[in-house]
C-alpha cells in the first residue's frame, strides 16, 4: 500500500505564501491521479484540486487563483502552491489518491488576519 506523508504547512500571514508536498512511499505514484484536500475545524473535508498523471489539472473555483498543483513523478512528490493566503484557508491540508482509500495525515496551515 502507497503511504503518504504531507509537509510544508504552519502559521502564516494573511496575504502569505506557502508550498505543502506530500511524498508517495512507492514509484507506482505516478500512474494515479492525485489530490488535495482541506477540512476545516467543524466542516467536511472538500476537495482542493487534482492533477492527472500527465498533468492536467483542476483547481477549484473559490482558490483557482491563488493556488496551483503540480508533480513531479520522479520525485513521488504532489505540490499545493498557495498564494495571498486567507484567514478562511485554514484547515488541515490533506494529500489523497483521487478516488481510492489513501490519505497522508495531514499538515496544519493556519492563516493569521
Known amino acids: 500500500q502507497v503511504e503518504l506523508v504531507e509537509s510544508g504547512g504552519g502559521l502564516v500571514q494573511a496575504g502569505g505564501s506557502l508550498r505543502l508536498s506530500c511524498v508517495a512511499s512507492e514509484s507506482i505514484f505516478r500512474i494515479y491521479t492525485m489530490a488535495w484536500y482541506r477540512q476545516a475545524p467543524g466542516k467536511q473535508r472538500e476537495l482542493v484540486a487534482t492533477?492527472?498523471?500527465?498533468?492536467?489539472?483542476y483547481v477549484v473555483d473559490s482558490v483557482k487563483d491563488r493556488f496551483t498543483i503540480s508533480r513531479d513523478n520522479e520525485k513521488k512528490t504532489l505540490y499545493l502552491d498557495m498564494n495571498n493566503l486567507k484567514p478562511e484557508d485554514t484547515a488541515v491540508y490533506f494529500c489523497?489518491?483521487?478516488?481510492?482509500?489513501?490519505w497522508g495525515q495531514g499538515t496544519q496551515v493556519t492563516v493569521s488576519s
Open positions: 489523497h489518491i483521487f478516488g481510492g482509500s489513501t
Open positions: 492533477i492527472t498523471r500527465g498533468g492536467s489539472d
